[in-house]
């Protein structure tokens, strides 16, 4: 658990102090929440040589992304005590590439992960997103 869980209030966030960094998970939650979007749309689109393989390897992320994502985000708040009211969505654009959403994706949570939480548990569900997310790539540039 958090050193001192604070009580909060629907929506609120917690009071940064001057050792605190800013809250940034709720960045981190809508980015992976575009993502799922973006992965289900490549998704659908896949065509030509190849295209049953990234298919499939898409359909595993948006999938599994989802699935990790509400556990994460349920789990963050329940150890902060706090319910994320406001998520800062930005519009959702479809990347041409796969392989380059896939690994722009990886390196924005491997960067953004250390401003969601210091908790270990927290940490170790980023870590299974990362693993999904690295074995798409593998799925997109090896088996497609």
Known sequence: MATKPRPMM???QPAA???ER???APEFFARLLN???VAHVLHFQQTGPGSYARHEALGSLYDGLSGYIDS???DWQGCHDTIIADYPFAPI???ADPVAFIEELYEYVETARADV???SHIQNQIDEICTL???TRYKLKRLA
């Open 22 to 24: 800013p809250n940034k």
């Open 133 to 135: 997310i690295s074995t």
């Open 93 to 95: 654009e479809k990347p």
């Open 72 to 74: 994460l985000v349920e």
């Open 17 to 19: 102090n001057a050792n």
């Open 35 to 37: 993502a799922v979007t």
């Open 10 to 12: 629907l929506g609120s």
């Open 117 to 119: 939480s210091d908790e």
